[in-house]
């Protein structure tokens, strides 16, 4: 599994900039069972209630200089950005600090070549102040999708497969771009990529087609992977039970992801809601269908 293989130590206290998913409290669990405190960075109106448990500072992702100042006063070393961020940066938060002033032409360059470019511009200017960014996989390695996962009870037939194949490379040219890091392929045609509206929005759009017939009425899989440029410190694909809830209502077989490189957030929940739903869970390689 590469990187994810053993679980990092890092020295000194950790912040968690939290954005939506359950991500960030499986990371904040994570380094809590190790005996640590970490510092919780929760993003106004897209981090989950139970972050406002831990010791905390609520930010907008426009608000730098409240940020850098709250990791300083809370001794944080190490910082790992978990979850994701559905709507653009509010402007009525920003407030004219140097500090935000300073980084604003770097963020919004980076805004329009998309979220791969944004995430590594707001990562360069978190490490400018002396911050380590370390991946949230490098923390609970054992969150990511193994190879040759098994353990839903149904399987994919070489139908789903070739599905998983088509959806695969469709992901992966949307990588290259920069776009998503989902597709969805039914009955050997991929109908449906994953944009700026996410993976939720993606399978709505697939529930309509098939009320529409413009799809088969049932069948396909939905496949995540990593971007092929992506900074693994941010953003990797995630699934947890509430992705299978959401494939199972527009009528999919199934959801396959890239091992090693995609997180499966409340494993065995996810995995008895599949088993529950008669779908699989898949993985493949990160040069798999490229």
Not at 63 to 91: C, E, F, T, Y
Not at 219 to 233: I, P, Y
């Amino acid at each position: 599994m590469g990187k994810g293989d053993t679980k990092r130590s890092l020295s000194g206290r950790t912040a968690i900039i939290a954005g939506n998913g359950v991500l960030p409290l499986a990371v904040a669990k994570a380094i809590q069972e190790r005996g640590e405190k970490p510092f919780l960075v929760p993003l106004k109106g897209e981090a989950d209630s139970s972050l406002y448990n831990f010791d905390h500072c609520e930010i907008s992702v426009v608000q730098l200089a409240k940020l850098i100042k709250a990791l300083k006063k809370a001794d944080v070393k190490n910082v790992i950005l978990a979850g994701g961020v559905k709507s653009r940066p509010n402007l009525t938060d920003l407030r004219p600090d140097w500090t935000t002033i300073s980084a604003l032409p770097k963020l919004f360059r980076a805004l329009g070549q998309g979220d791969d470019a944004l995430l590594k511009a707001f990562i360069s200017v978190v490490e400018k102040y002396g911050f380590h960014v370390v991946g949230a996989h490098e923390v609970v390695p054992q969150l990511l999708a193994p190879i040759g996962f098994n353990l839903t009870k149904k399987r994919a037939n070489d139908k789903n497969w070739r599905d998983i194949m088509l959806a695969a490379k469709a992901a992966a040219i949307l990588g290259k771009l920069d776009i998503g890091q989902g597709a969805v392929a039914v009955r050997g045609r991929v109908v449906a990529v994953e944009g700026a509206e996410g993976t939720d929005n993606m399978l709505r759009r697939i529930k309509e087609m098939r009320e529409e017939k413009r799809i088969p009425p049932i069948g396909g899989v939905l496949v995540k992977r990593t971007k092929a440029q992506q900074d693994e410190r941010a953003d990797l694909p995630t699934i947890g039970p509430e992705t299978i809830i959401r494939a199972k209502e527009c009528l999919l077989e199934g959801v396959a992801v890239e091992a090693g490189r995609t997180f499966i957030v409340s494993l065995k929940e996810t995995v008895e809601q599949a088993d529950k739903s008669s779908m699989f869970i898949e993985t493949f390689g990160k040069n798999d269908y490229v």
